[in-house]
Every structure is written in C-alpha cells, then in structure tokens.
C-alpha cells in the first residue's frame, strides 16, 4: 500500500469532513420539514406517517394497557406485536418501509412503547411522544439498540432499557379512516 502524504491524508479528512457536514445539514432541514408535517403525532403515529396520537390496538380497540406493566417479558413483547397487526403493519416485507418496535422501561418502573420509521433514504427517524421534534437516527435500530437509555422523554421520565420487539411493515392501506380518526 502506497504510503500518504500528509497533505493527502489532509484532504480525505475533509472531504470526510464536508459528507459528514452535509448529512448532519440534510437531518436536520428533514427534521424541521417532517416537525412541521408531524406536530400533533406521537412515535406510532408519526411511524404511521399520520399526525395523530395513536395507540397499538386502537383498531380494534384493543389497547395494551401500559399503566400495569413493569416488566419487559417475552409476553409483552408478543402484546404488542400483535397489536400493531392487528392495526394493519405487516410481518412480511410488503415493500413498503419498516418500522422498527421497542419497549421502553423507565426509571419510576413503567413500560411504553416506541417506534422508528425507515425514511426513503433507508436512514431511520423517531419522534418522543407527541411533542417535540423529530430526530434522525442513521444507524438501523436494532436488537442491542441502546439510543434512548438515558434520555428523558417529553413527560420529564426517564428511559433506563430498551427491548427490541422486531420489525414490521407499513401497509399501504393504513390511513386516518383505519383509525376511525
């Protein structure tokens, strides 16, 4: 392998540099766009690409009740898939974008949900709770994802695990009327 210059390796710094610089100016003129286009939605709605606070069961008024959940088990991980299901998201690739699930345990010991949307150009996004801004996360969230420990949510709690549920699939069909909105 040909040895660097110092100059050369200058140059490749910048240029990694001005990319780097470039993909932090386009994830946050999106953000800005998608907040503007999102302002009412929570995580699932805004996964949904809807801007309503939504509910996984709410289809069929089958909402998981989080109040009473303190531990994340395998049976509220199952819960909660099957609640998004049974609102339409698919576990097939259908060739729509995924949807990664999660959830969150928090300090005070209670449970909710999360969700991350695949955007167009497969980079991944978020939105905590119905207030506040979108955030761009370019690494696929994914089984050893620990992003949100640590982080205090719209609500003032704060996330102390995340357990990865699986990924599903949006269905083209899913629109406001799907939830009776």
Not at 82 to 103: E, P, Q
Request: neutral net charge; hydrophobic residues 35%.
């Amino acid at each position: 392998m040909p040895k660097l210059k110092h100059y050369q390796i200058q140059q490749i710094i910048n240029k990694k540099s001005q990319s780097d610089k470039i993909a932090e100016t386009k994830n946050r003129l999106r953000s800005k766009l998608e907040t503007t286009r999102f302002p009412r939605a929570n995580c699932y709605g805004y996964a949904l690409h809807l801007d309503y606070v939504l509910t996984p069961g709410a289809v069929n008024n089958n909402e998981i009740d989080w109040d009473n959940m303190h531990v994340i088990d395998a049976t509220r991980i199952k819960e909660l898939m099957d609640a998004c299901i049974a609102d339409g998201l698919s576990s097939l690739n259908i060739g729509t974008y995924k949807i990664a699930v999660f959830i969150n345990q928090y300090q005070a010991g209670g449970l909710d949900y999360h969700f991350y949307r695949q955007d167009p150009d497969s980079s991944w996004s978020h939105k905590l709770g119905n207030t506040g801004k979108i955030m761009m996360q370019l690494p696929c969230p994914k089984i050893t994802n620990a992003c949100l420990v640590g982080v205090t949510d719209h609500l003032g709690h704060t996330i102390t695990q995340q357990a990865f549920c699986g990924y599903l699939y949006m269905n083209p069909a899913i629109n406001a009327e799907t939830f009776d909105l």
